[in-house]
C-alpha cells in the first residue's frame, strides 16, 4: 500500500524537478543574442554608413581641388614664364586664375568642412566599436556561464527523473490520485499537518481526520482542499 509519507516524498522530487525545468527554460531564453548587443552592433553600422558619404565627399572634393591646381599652376606658368607676351592674352590669364584660384577657396572650405564632419564620425565610430567590443566580451562571459548552467540543470533534471521513476515503481492506485491532485493544486497534492492544521489550504482539521491521518491505515484527504495529509 502506497503511504502518505512515500507520496509526499515523490511531490518533493516533483518539485524539485519542476524548480529546474522552470529554470532550464528561463536559461534557455537568455542564450543567443541580447538587444543590448544587437543594439551596440547597430550603432556600428549605423556610424560606418555615416562616413562612407563623407569619405566619398572627400575624395571627390580633393579630385576637384586637385584639378583647379593644375590649371591653376599651369596658367601661372603662361603667365610668367615669358611666353605670353601680349596683353589682351596676359589679360584673359589673370582672369582665369583670379577665377580658378575664387574655385580652389570654395573647394578648400568644403573640404575643411567635410574634413571636420569626418572626424568628428570616426571618433563616433571608434566610441560605438569599443562599446561593441565591452558589451560582446560580457555577452561572451555571461553565454558561458548560462551554458554551464543548462548542461548542469541537464543533469539534475536527469538525475531527478531516474529518482522519480525508483519511486513510483510499484506504486499502486494511489499515484493516479496524487498526480490528479498535482494538477489541482498547483503541484502540491499531499500537505502537512501541523498542529491540527492542513498546511496546504490552512484550515483547521476534524480531530477525528487527524487520528485516521497519524493511524497510516489509509490515505486520508483533507475535507477542504482534498490534499492528502501528512502527520509529522
Known amino acids: 500500500m502506497t503511504t502518505a509519507a512515500e507520496l509526499f516524498a515523490l511531490q518533493e522530487t516533483d518539485l524539485a524537478i519542476d524548480g529546474a525545468v522552470a529554470r532550464l527554460t528561463e536559461v534557455e531564453a537568455e542564450l543567443g543574442e541580447t538587444e543590448e548587443l544587437i543594439e551596440a552592433r547597430q550603432r556600428v553600422d549605423q556610424c560606418r554608413e555615416r562616413l562612407r558619404p563623407l569619405e566619398e565627399r572627400q575624395k571627390g572634393l580633393d579630385w576637384e581641388a586637385e584639378e ?29 586664375l583670379t577665377s580658378l584660384r575664387g574655385q580652389l577657396s570654395k573647394r578648400e572650405d568644403a573640404l575643411l568642412e567635410v574634413m571636420l564632419e569626418l572626424e568628428d564620425a570616426e571618433a563616433g565610430l571608434r566610441q560605438a566599436e569599443a562599446t561593441l567590443a565591452e558589451v560582446e566580451e560580457s555577452w561572451k562571459a555571461q553565454q558561458t556561464s548560462l551554458q554551464e548552467t543548462r ?16 519511486q513510483v515503481d510499484g506504486m499502486d492506485a494511489a499515484l493516479s490520485l496524487y498526480q490528479v491532485l498535482r494538477e489541482r493544486r498547483q503541484g502540491t497534492a499531499v500537505a ?41
Open 68 to 96: 583647379v591646381r593644375g590649371k591653376a599652376a599651369a596658367i601661372e606658368n603662361k603667365l610668367y614664364g615669358g611666353t605670353v607676351r601680349n596683353p589682351k592674352e596676359l589679360e584673359d590669364f589673370n582672369a582665369d
Open 151 to 166: 548542461s548542469k540543470l541537464k543533469e539534475e533534471i536527469e538525475g531527478l527523473e531516474a529518482k522519480r521513476s525508483r
Open 192 to 232: 502537512v499537518v501541523e498542529r491540527g492544521l492542513c498546511q496546504g489550504c490552512r484550515i483547521s482539521l476534524p480531530m477525528s481526520i487527524v487520528q485516521k491521518a497519524r493511524a497510516g491505515a489509509g490515505l486520508v484527504q483533507c475535507v477542504s482542499c482534498e490534499r492528502i495529509l501528512l502527520v509529522s
